[in-house]
């Protein structure tokens, strides 16, 4: 049975394999909506209300959550399964009802190992069309480790990129490299004029910020402008960072987090002109998937960050009052699954992409 075949019965099963019945977990209703699913890593809401789900070991799911018709999605660019790599995130363009364009990250084999590229093509029915790789970082090694990635446009049309330092961390603080970076393109692929290094030759020019370890969660706030992200610390040290042109966030010369050992990697968990996280997590809960919840269903809940936790399993609202972190507010660990990806519908619901080769995709609702 060919690649097509198999992944046509997958599709049935998971046809079959939507639910309906909801379970309640302290104060919220959590409503599976897709079983099976296969490693998944990072979703997209179409303006339909179809759901794009990208899977690590190299497919793209479409599904009518209210429907039942999944189908996979054909033409996709080759990425590799390497490790924490694969086909990672997927995002809309933001005039997407007339262009119809979607962007990829993925794990991209090249001469000397792996790396994190992007892809944009164009989405008609179940196929992408008109596919090019538009960015090839140049985080390359043979390694497995750390290649983040999460993508995000703001209301300017700029689309922003996160690589993670693919495990040389001495890179990070390196501006001729991409390992431990964010970037910031125009649509297509080319290098805004106004990027922080356009013009330098001691640094790359898509460049945005740097000092990042693995960023796995990226958003951006239409009402306040704002881009968040959030990264893995080694040994605690996750962070929650409030992205700025050109910021330095530290790794690794300045970090809360240890060496998995438990020996220090710096005594600094602070130095003038790095920036300080607006939140962080020690011990580590290894942050996945970030949003910013704006609806209707959780009314307390406005303005406050969402993440996904691989380790912890759970889900945790940081509680935001403009850019200042309160605390926050820890649910669902009681289901005991890995967390990938998370992020609001249209109809003011959480949406929860667990992680593994029998992951699910759950509607959480109050109480």
Known sequence: MNQTSIRYFVAIFLCFALQTASVSYADLKVQPLLRSLDSPWGMAFLPDGEVLITMKEGALLRTDLQNKNPRWIEGLPDSSVKGQGGMLDVALHPNFETNHW?????????????????????????????????????????????????????????????????GEREFAQDLLHHNGKVLRFHDDGRIPEDNPYVGRLDALQE??????????????????????????????????????????????????????????????????????????WDPSIAPSGLTIYRGNLFS?????????????????????????????ERYLGSRNERIRDVDVGADGALYVLTDGNDAQLWRVLPE
């Open 102 to 166: 979607i962007y990829l990250t993925f794990t991209r084999k090249v001469s000397g190992g792996y790396t994190t590229a992007l892809a944009r093509g164009v989405l008609k029915s179940n196929s992408l069309d008109k596919v090019v790789v538009l960015f090839t970082a140049n985080a390359v090694n043979t390694g497995g480790r750390h290649f983040g990635s999460r993508l995000a446009f703001d209301n300017q049309g700029y689309l922003y990129m996160t690589v993670g330092d693919r």
């Open 207 to 280: 460049i945005y910020t740097y000092g990042h370890r693995n960023p796995q969660g990226l958003v951006f706030d239409e009402r306040s402008g704002r881009m968040w992200l959030h990264e893995h610390g080694p040994r605690g040290g996750d962070e929650l960072n409030l992205l700025k042109s050109g910021a330095n966030y530290g790794w690794p010369v300045v970090t809360y987090g240890r060496e998995y050992s438990g020996f220090s990697i710096t005594d600094k968990t602070e130095m003038p002109g790095v920036e300080s996280p607006v939140f962080y």
């Open 300 to 328: 307390d809940w406005e303005g406050d960050l969402i993440v996904g936790a691989l380790k912890y399993q759970l889900v945790t609202r940081v509680q935001m009052s403009g850019d200042i972190a309160l605390g926050e």
